[in-house]
């Protein structure tokens, strides 16, 4: 069964707490994304990787981290320093040659 | 940034009727994609237009895109409950990025 998933489906955090959120894919894609969606709003991007061991920040990188050290997974980590993390976190993939993305079915953060 | 914006925000409507939706743009796109998000899940994608055409469809979907107005528009017709969610367009400005709007909430009553 080829797609993206993410785990988990959803996450708790304490103050203070850093947490992981898991992104994987074996779609064999090369660029992988990071989206923070809030309620009624539309997506927008954290980071994104073209390629393993490179990424590149996106237009609210502030308080969160990512790697991409083998190509199948994207970890995205929300740190102390992120404020408001409260939302839904989508990760997505594009095989590189084609422009549409695919989306894994998220997780939502909520903050105890 | 969101670089999309969707209007209306939402749209209630029988089933069996059409849907039109806009989105607006402010700079030069490489294409514009539609998305469909279902409540609480992931982003499914349903057509892209390139910016060298006019007119695309799929289904009963139909998708426009005038580029000297930077606006699109997406047609659902004969809409059945099933296609209740929301639709977000996306642009790509071939910067292997694209940025979404926020969004039209379509509810299909039976």
């Known amino acids: 069964d080829g797609g993206i998933t993410q785990s988990p489906k959803y996450l708790f955090r304490k103050e203070g707490q850093n947490v992981t959120l898991s992104c994987e894919q074996n779609?064999?894609?090369?660029?992988m994304y990071w989206y923070r969606q809030d309620p009624g709003q539309g997506l927008r991007l954290i980071y994104y990787s073209q390629i393993v061991n490179d990424f590149q920040k996106g237009d609210i990188a502030e308080g969160y981290s990512v790697s991409r050290e083998k190509k199948e997974s994207f970890p995205l980590t929300v740190t102390s320093a992120q404020k408001n993390p409260t939302a839904f976190y989508l990760c997505a993939s594009n095989p590189g040659d084609q422009e549409t993305q695919y989306f894994g079915p998220g997780t939502r953060l909520l903050v105890l | 940034s969101q670089q999309g914006e969707e209007d209306p925000q939402a749209l209630s409507i029988q089933e069996g009727e059409n849907a039109t939706m806009n989105c607006s743009y402010k700079?030069?796109?490489?294409?514009l994609q539609w998305y469909r998000q279902n409540s609480g899940r992931g982003l499914v994608h349903l057509i892209l237009i390139r910016s060298n055409e006019r007119e695309k469809h799929s289904g009963r979907l139909r998708v426009t895109l005038d580029t000297s107005k930077k606006s699109s528009s997406l047609l659902i017709t004969a809409s059945r409950a099933a296609d209740t969610a929301s639709y977000f367009c996306a642009t790509d400005a071939w910067d292997y990025k694209l940025s979404f709007g926020a969004g039209t909430t379509v509810t299909v009553r039976a």
């Open positions: 700079t030069s796109i490489n294409n």
């Open positions: 779609l064999n894609h090369d660029a």
